[in-house]
């Protein structure tokens, strides 16, 4: 049986602490190829490059680590490592390990959700995986959790059209109480828009933001990490909400109703 191929990607960029974290980890299960981003590309959500040359180039960090980097999205390098990069189709794309947790409605802004989600257009199982840490952040437990579910996932294989969205808590691990399998909540970010103004005295916006969660329900994904659980969701690609037709159909939004 050949060795299992793992593409790793990520939208932090390849020189971050948490893709060489995942790709440590996986390494110890199969044959690891690197192409993710040049530099961070978070929240591009599944924006592809098509108007614009992708370069690519070659790095070498440590410990084995070799890739590529790409100056394009999260998408564009999971397009390039499986259509031109890697020698056969991988087994399994794994996205991560984010620095700041992907729930609620930030699942579709995330680059690192969009790579695991392009991988499953691809036919592959995928996943991607998220510390909810913004600072300081260790990623030792996230990485050795990813290395159990990557396990699963070449035992068992995720049925087609499904990832896998994962988000540890950012505590020691004796304080994480155990694993929820979870639904995408409704927390989100409250933007405001701070008016500054550069050396020219022209005037520009920067954006901040609090995280907002009205959930209480434990099977949520917000509120699974938020009592120290680690959540995996799974997650589809297809947003057509199947109980509404009947209603629009009500609108006259029929094959008949053309009038």
């Not at 299992?4 to 440590?24: E, F, K, W």
Request: net charge negative.
């Amino acid at each position: 049986m050949a060795e299992p191929l793992i593409l790793i990607t990520n939208d932090d960029g390849i020189y971050s602490s948490g893709i060489l974290a995942l790709q440590q980890a996986a390494a110890a299960l199969g044959k690891t190829v690197v192409v993710a981003p040049e530099t961070e590309r978070s929240a591009v959500g599944h924006a592809i490059t098509i108007s614009s040359p992708i370069r690519i180039r070659e790095v070498d960090r440590r410990n084995g680590f070799s890739g590529f980097a790409v100056d394009g999205t999260p998408a564009d390098c999971v397009k390039l490592g499986v259509r031109s990069l890697l020698p056969r189709l991988p087994d399994v794309v794994m996205s991560g390990i984010n620095r700041g947790a992907n729930v609620g409605v930030s699942i579709l802004y995330s680059g690192t959700v969009s790579a695991a989600t392009e991988g499953v257009l691809m036919g592959i199982p995928s996943l991607a995986v998220s510390l909810d840490a913004w600072e300081d952040p260790v990623y030792d437990f996230a990485a050795r959790f990813a290395s159990r579910l990557l396990k699963l996932i070449l035992e068992k294989g995720i049925p087609p059209g499904v990832s896998l969205n994962v988000n540890v808590p950012h505590v020691p691990e004796e304080g994480i109480k155990g694993i929820r399998l979870t639904r995408q909540g409704r927390s989100y970010y409250e933007e405001d828009f701070e008016l500054r103004a550069d050396p020219r005295q022209r005037t520009y916006y920067w954006m901040n933001g609090r995280h907002v969660s009205p959930e209480k329900d434990p099977v949520l994904d917000d509120v699974a990490i938020r009592e120290n659980y680690v959540s995996v969701t799974p997650l589809h690609y297809n947003l057509t909400h199947e109980d509404s037709i009947e209603y629009f159909k009500s609108w006259g939004l029929s094959e008949d109703g053309v009038d």
